[in-house]
């Protein structure tokens, strides 16, 4: 067979469209059991006043749902999202407040669901510190 000949069977191979469908089966495959190349998200703009649960807005959830996001006493939030948090160190959590003077606000994983935020003004935990916030935790694998 001369090198034309075989380069023609390949390419009738390739343009094949029973052929092609495997292929792409066989590609769509092995990129389902590839690990993810970044982190999984969740974002959300956040705002909490008087003794009234935080309300929030997502901009990106890649990480899970959302099963609930409450006050649970002055200046103390909770956020459950179902298992999202399945290994302590591979989540990085940030949250931006333009709040009055002297506030703080600090966020930690709690368990495998559950992050908590916490918040306070001269040293005592303090509501109406999540104003127009922007909460950010990434999961990475």
Known sequence: MTNEEITENIQDTFNS??????????????????????????????????????????????????????????????LVITDAFPEAGKVALSITSFSVDNTAVTISVLDSSSVEILTWKDLNSFDNNLLNSTLLIEVYP
């Open 17 to 78: 469209t029973d052929n092609m469908n495997v292929i792409r089966e066989a590609l769509v495959g092995i990129n389902d059991s590839l690990p993810s190349a970044g982190p999984l998200v969740f974002k959300a703009n956040v705002t909490q006043s008087g003794t009234g649960n935080p309300t929030y807005t997502v901009l990106e959830n890649t990480v899970g749902t959302i099963v609930s996001f409450g006050r649970v006493s002055i200046g103390n939030y909770k």
